[in-house]
């Protein structure tokens, strides 16, 4: 048998065993494992331990840049933060069971708008076409339902970037606000960008973002009434 040693050799071989034995129970209780409580030790001092800890950590830097704006309102670091931690915010109230923002979370999603209506407002050289990106879903039919202020962020992108695609979304947008002629302006120039090989492509593009739009504003109709195009405050 494996303990059927003599003398110190014994002991030795125990003493082994019994540490790794410690070893691993202590291994049970610091990651939790082998119990029905969620956690271990290590989870006690992390984030992971509670579903709020990445809200908590976004609402700190929310108060941190909303009071670095209340000394500078022309911080657009800070402006340009609270674009996205907003809209973070909303985000995390979102479930899988709900289509869309529940109306809890509107709240930061105008509180996003604003901040963004201020960055503009800074005029910076090149604008930030990411955090525009954001800003669309922002206006989204399925959040603030606000087809005017996408159409807006989108002709901000494809000014910005002169890109064949960008104008592909501008004809989406615009024909979601009800601008049929910008909608065809920004086709043909979607055509015009793209390569020769891939204008016949393109203008089947244009079309089905014309349609995609149809079925936006459709479905925005099914989950509230008529898009708001006015203001982006409450």
Not at 39 to 51: E, I, K, T, V, Y
Not at 89 to 113: H, V, W
Not at 172 to 199: H, M, N
Request: proline share 4%; charged share 25%; aromatic share 6%.
């Amino acid at each position: 048998m494996l303990f059927d040693l003599q003398g110190k050799r014994r002991r030795l071989v125990q003493v082994v065993y019994l540490g790794l034995a410690v070893l691993m129970g202590g291994g049970l209780v610091l990651f939790g494992i082998g119990g029905d409580v969620s956690g271990g030790l290590f989870d006690a001092f992390s984030d992971r331990s509670g579903s709020g800890g990445g809200n908590s950590l976004v609402q700190e830097r929310v108060d941190r840049n909303e009071k670095s704006l209340r000394s500078n309102p022309r911080n657009e670091a800070a402006r340009k933060a609270l674009v996205r931690d907003y809209f973070q915010l909303a985000t995390a109230q979102t479930t899988d069971a709900q289509a869309g923002y529940p109306a809890a979370a509107k709240d930061e999603l105008r509180k996003s708008s604003r901040n963004w209506q201020a960055y503009l407002a800074l005029e910076p050289d090149k604008p930030d076409t990411s955090l525009a990106r954001l800003m669309l879903q922002v206006y989204d039919p399925m959040a603030l339902k606000q087809p005017k202020e996408a159409l807006a962020v989108a002709r901000l992108i494809a000014e910005n970037e002169e890109e064949s695609q960008a104008y592909v979304n501008l004809v989406q947008y615009a024909a979601l606000a009800g601008d049929t002629r910008l909608a065809d302006l920004a086709g043909q120039k979607a055509v015009d960008l793209a390569p020769k090989g891939e204008r016949k492509q393109t203008r089947a593009e244009v079309e089905q973002a014309k349609l995609q739009a149809q079925s936006q504003a459709q479905g925005a109709q099914q989950q509230g009434g008529q898009p708001q195009g006015g203001a982006t405050t409450p």
